[in-house]
């Protein structure tokens, strides 16, 4: 298939032909990259969504609730297109789960207007979260109007899921102990809006207390004399990179459904609270930017390697390799020598 | 201070310059890679043992639990000097957790042969692998016989404490109900050594079945006569890359430090696996020339930002931060101009 008639494919919806060039892109190939430029002028439309939490918090099972909202809104509005990656290794879509859960989401695989494709399988390889960035753009530039990128949430996985997301949510969910604590120590700071799942489950109150609790802590708060004579403390936002969102907290049954149109209804204002600071185009240029710098990256590494005399390469990793000079220094070295 | 001062500090145990130099090379600062430089050729005698888990499986308390083993070995071996670095934000060791899991861990920081760093506050800002394995070089060059990593455990994590570490322990606790699923779906690949702690919990017997079953779903098992006319099923090697070794399942209570001894064992086992297989020096050499390329990578982009024609790199970025021209044509475009 010539380049022209592959992109036509894609465009007009040609799941074969997606699933195909995923895949390209996954092995990096040529064909991968080509199909990729030549849609580019297509991508920045759709909203990208970040939904990030611990295994056993049941972030699969609420993704698919929010696609079938996403699809028939229960609000007047136009049902979208919905992409789903997920890029956990754990998670149902990927086959990592139980086999009731793998039944859940399979009735959202019937629906032409959803799509869903696991990244799980490059985990171990790493490269994942380039290739990430990448499938999103494609199913962005194809149609998907909004692409619910799922992760395991945790370390350097965060960093990325913000950077590509124009809205992160984090789900928790009561019983879990440490895992309350774990949204206190870093995941909370990430989150557009935050979700307690299986609100049903016992130590539903404690744990909302808590993540109230985390909420405000991760906030500034002030004083000050509200002119009566008292003393009040305001909170104030809770990011200088956020003025005027404060993360919602709302409560979800992902099983029953029940909080799914609330969450819905966030995601939305969230979207609206973007565009309206401008901050929708900011957080686009800023992924753009940062996949610019990640090609430049790797193609001067590459070229770099394709060009140095390999003697010199392997005499610099042998001194490494013998503990005479470290890599910082070989690194260096290496580079200053004449091409 | 010189930076033969320094070094002769830190390599005397002076734990106020090793605080310091840590935050140097977190920092990537020029005095942090110098003392790195200087100090390379002491490193490659630490044994680096990565724990990993979700939040909830009470790694940070098995981590503490297995640094008092290491200083005070139940059987007759020679006392290790022991570093800890958690590089999980959810790790009691930075902060992140119930009082109660900070106090259990204070006991440790009065040993003068125990170093303890968080390095938690890097994890949102991106570059924390890369700094991780410098500190976990330094700690190595200023005598840390045994360095323990402690990470979430998921996702790009679980690639780089692969490549880091020489044995990888994971750890899992029963009542986590899909946590036991996310390690059938790839997690249980890394694990040189599977440890289901809390064993004290109802559920052990379920989680230990599960296991058991993930741990043979993982490897591969083959039919061969035995001779006797009758089929037999073998397990084999669970992985190429690891002959001879089948990761063991230790079930410990950290609390109590029940299966302390019986880990420390097997992590001795382990080591001496590794040494005899040769594979002790192949881990080093990988993770080394793994540095190398990072630097090699680092040193080309920045000497290429140095260089590069602003005027034209702005222009590159508008083409794509326009959707003219794709990130992936962009940088080629770029990097073909004369500089």
């Known amino acids: 298939m010539t380049l022209k008639n592959n992109t036509e494919a894609l465009r007009s919806g040609d799941r074969i032909a997606l699933a195909k060039t995923i895949s390209q892109i996954e092995d990096q190939t040529e064909e991968g990259r080509q199909v990729l430029s030549a849609l580019f002028p297509y991508t920045g439309q759709a909203h990208m969504i970040g939904i990030t939490g611990s295994p056993g918090t049941g972030k699969s099972t609420l993704t698919a609730r929010l696609a079938r909202e996403f699809r028939n809104p229960s609000v007047d509005i136009q049902p979208q ?44 390889l790493g490269g994942l979260s ?92 002030r004083t000050f004399n509200d002119g009566s004579g008292h003393h009040r403390e305001q909170a104030i936002e809770l990011h200088d990179s956020r003025p005027g969102w404060r993360p919602p907290l709302i409560k979800t049954i992902a099983l029953s459904g029940e909080g799914t149109v609330e969450l819905h209804q966030s995601i939305a204002a969230h979207r609206q609270y973007l565009v309206d600071g401008k901050l929708w185009d900011a957080k686009n240029a800023a992924r753009l930017t940062s996949m610019l710098e990640k090609q430049l990256r790797e193609h001067l590494y590459q070229n770099w390697q394709n060009r140095v005399d390999q003697k010199a390469y392997k005499r610099a990793l042998k001194s490494v390799l013998s503990y005479r000079v470290s890599p910082y220094q070989a690194a260096i070295d290496l580079l200053k020598q004449p091409e």
Chains 1, 2 share one sequence.
Do not use: W
């Open 130 to 221: 380039a290739a990430t960035d990448s499938v999103a753009a494609l199913l962005d530039a194809v149609g998907y109007d909004v692409i619910l990128i799922e992760t395991v949430g945790a370390g350097q996985d965060d960093v990325e899921i913000v950077r590509l997301a124009h809205t992160t949510i984090v789900v928790a969910a009561p019983d879990q102990g440490d895992d309350i604590q774990a949204i206190k120590a870093g995941i909370l700071e990430i989150a557009d809006i935050l979700v307690l799942n299986k609100a049903d489950l016992p130590g539903v109150d404690r744990a909302e207390r808590a993540l109230c609790s985390a909420l405000e802590l991760a906030g500034t708060h």
């Open 81 to 124: 297109r919905v992409g789903i990656l997920a890029v956990d290794p754990t998670s149902p879509f990927s086959g990592g789960a139980v086999l009731g859960d793998r039944v859940r989401m399979r009735d959202l695989a019937g629906d032409e207007g959803v799509y869903i494709r696991s990244m799980a399988s490059r985990g171990a």
